[in-house]
């Protein structure tokens, strides 16, 4: 069972990752309020599919099943589930295969 | 890794409609120069071969598609190469073609190579390296009677694997389309022989395909050294 501590977890390390690829000054700083998609995203659109992808790979491993975080449900949600930390987070942990 | 002859020693290839005509040319083909092949068909395998693992996989089907890489993780980690090649043709004139044939034929040939490129491009992402090929059809540009909607999913890969060519290419993923023309298939033979031997009678270069043709090209956009080479496609015969 994944609980938030989890899958925040997921969600850092996959930020984390992404940042262990960047140059020393480019890196942004990764927590709970580190912004995922929008203006003032440290993310561009390829680094967010990279840390989507991430994530999804990791919380299927954890929970023995396909996990998918871009299908119909999460493009109907009404603030992006996308937005940050926070969001991806309480995204993933509403998810009802999780349950 | 060698750049002297084909270009599959130690890569893993996934090849979908591995079972019959063109997929299981192009997976004999990986086998016989040192690859390993995934094979994605909707029946049993039909190629015996240590190195090759059979996945029965509709390709038009996306949730079969997500079972079938699940599958695939069980025996590799990595997938280097994919075929696009599953596909299913139904010729008739568009008034009368029944809308299942229809809704099937952009199903396999345009749904099916983009779920398959969106999960392997997953696991390429991971070396850095990749190549996908789109097999598509000299139908494209001889846009024949009947063929409405068979060519226009055809047309589609190039379109689609042209955009993923470039969301891919930061991921050193190459995406390329391979138009092959008439070659004696179990999909060919559906078609009345006189009207595809007019066809390639028309053609500049007025013969059938054979398997080197096809392999030639796939082999040029699978090497190492065709990295520069991504958003192309190829037609066999003179097609265009």
């Not at chain 2, 390709?59 to 025996?75: C, H, M, N, T």
């Not at chain 2, 090929?133 to 190039?158: C, F, R």
């Not at chain 2, 389309?177 to 007025?206: E, N, R």
């Amino acid at each position: 069972m994944l609980d938030h501590a989890a899958v925040q977890d997921i969600v850092l390390r996959a930020l984390e990752s992404l940042n262990d690829e960047r140059a020393a000054d480019d890196r942004f700083v990764v927590g709970p309020q580190t912004r995922l998609f929008g203006a003032d995203a440290a993310l561009d659109s390829l680094d967010l599919v990279s840390v989507i992808v991430d994530v999804e790979e990791a919380v299927s491993a954890a929970a023995g099943r396909t996990v998918m975080l871009t299908d119909d449900r999460a493009m109907s949600q009404e603030v992006s589930p996308f937005t940050d930390v926070a969001a991806l987070t309480a995204y993933v942990l509403s998810l009802p295969e999780l349950a | 890794m060698s750049d002297v002859g084909p270009p599959y020693a130690g890569r893993v290839a996934l090849v979908t409609g591995s079972r019959r005509g063109i997929g299981r040319m192009i997976a004999e083909h990986v086998l016989a120069h040192g690859g390993r092949v995934v094979g994605f068909a909707r029946g049993e395998s039909t190629i015996d071969h240590p190195d090759h693992t059979h996945v029965q996989v509709d390709v038009a089907d996306p949730a079969s598609v997500q079972r079938g890489f699940a599958e695939l993780k069980q025996v590799t980690d990595a997938v280097h190469i994919v075929v696009n090649n599953a596909a299913v043709l139904t010729s008739q004139y568009s008034m009368i073609m029944p809308p299942a044939a229809a809704a099937a034929m952009v199903d396999t040939n345009l749904l099916g190579a983009f779920m398959v490129s969106r999960e392997a491009a997953k696991l390429m992402r991971r070396s850095g390296w990749g190549r996908i090929v789109n097999i598509s059809s000299m139908a494209v540009g001889l846009e024949p009677i009947g063929d409405s909607l068979y060519a226009a999913s055809k047309a589609g890969l190039t379109t689609m694997g042209n955009v993923m060519a470039k969301e891919l290419a930061p991921l050193g993923v190459t995406v390329n389309t391979l138009g092959v023309s008439a070659i004696a298939t179990d999909m060919l033979a559906q078609l009345p022989q006189d009207k595809v031997d007019a066809v390639v009678a028309g053609l500049p270069l007025p013969r059938y395909a054979e398997p080197d043709d096809v392999l030639n090209v796939l082999d040029f956009f699978c090497s190492e050294r065709s990295s520069y080479v991504t958003a192309q496609t190829v037609y066999l015969g003179g097609v265009h």
